[in-house]
């Protein structure tokens, strides 16, 4: 995470590379859930992820579209289903993820008060599964892709509303299974 923040900090204020003049964009809380893939569903009886993080976007006003960051946090506990998978059923299990979305975001300013955006591009998942008897951490890559819109409350604050299809393919207890899904998160945020 480190990695990412200083490499946004210095693409943003570096003079001649960066876009620290002339820039614009939103800075985002959101709160919302994934609705995970039907295989990881499943496997491990988890329909949904509770997520809550931070989704910016950046670019320099004659730039046609914004460079996306997104780093979302998300959380689902559940028991083991009965399964073919050698996993010992009615295990509690409970996820933990972090997730990093890079990518470009087109918004559209044309509708007033209201401006609609679609986007995609890669992320990073992290997800440490913890159960009473074996714990186990993975990483991943994967991609992604969404739409969304922003609606002004004022000149610099706004509500946005954003949906996000993302796939990841991660080995969990040597069973491998898209620990992505349909993401729906509300957000709150400034613009600047």
Do not use: Q
Request: glycine residues 10%.
């Amino acid at each position: 995470m480190k990695k990412w923040m200083i490499l946004i900090s210095l693409i943003l204020w570096i003079p001649g590379l960066g876009i620290c003049e002339e820039a614009t964009g939103n800075i985002n809380f959101a709160v919302g859930f994934l609705r995970t893939d039907d295989d990881f569903s499943k496997i491990f009886d988890v329909d949904e992820r509770m997520e809550i993080g931070i989704i910016c976007d950046v670019k320099k006003k004659n730039w046609p579209v914004s460079i996306v960051f997104e780093y979302l946090l998300s959380y689902a506990g559940s028991r083991i289903p009965e399964n073919s998978y050698g996993l010992i059923e009615n295990t509690k299990i409970n996820f933990y993820c972090s997730e990093t979305y890079l990518g470009i975001k087109k918004i559209f300013k044309y509708f007033g008060s209201v401006r609609p955006f679609v986007g995609g591009g890669i992320h990073t998942i992290s997800m440490y599964v913890d159960m009473p008897h074996d714990n186990e951490f993975n990483a991943g890559v994967g991609y992604w892709a969404g739409a969304g819109s922003y609606f002004m409350l004022s000149k610099h604050v706004h509500i946005a509303f954003e949906w996000k299809w993302s796939k990841a393919k991660l080995s969990i207890f040597d069973i491998k299974s898209d620990v992505g899904g349909n993401h729906f998160d509300f957000m709150i945020g400034f613009n600047f």
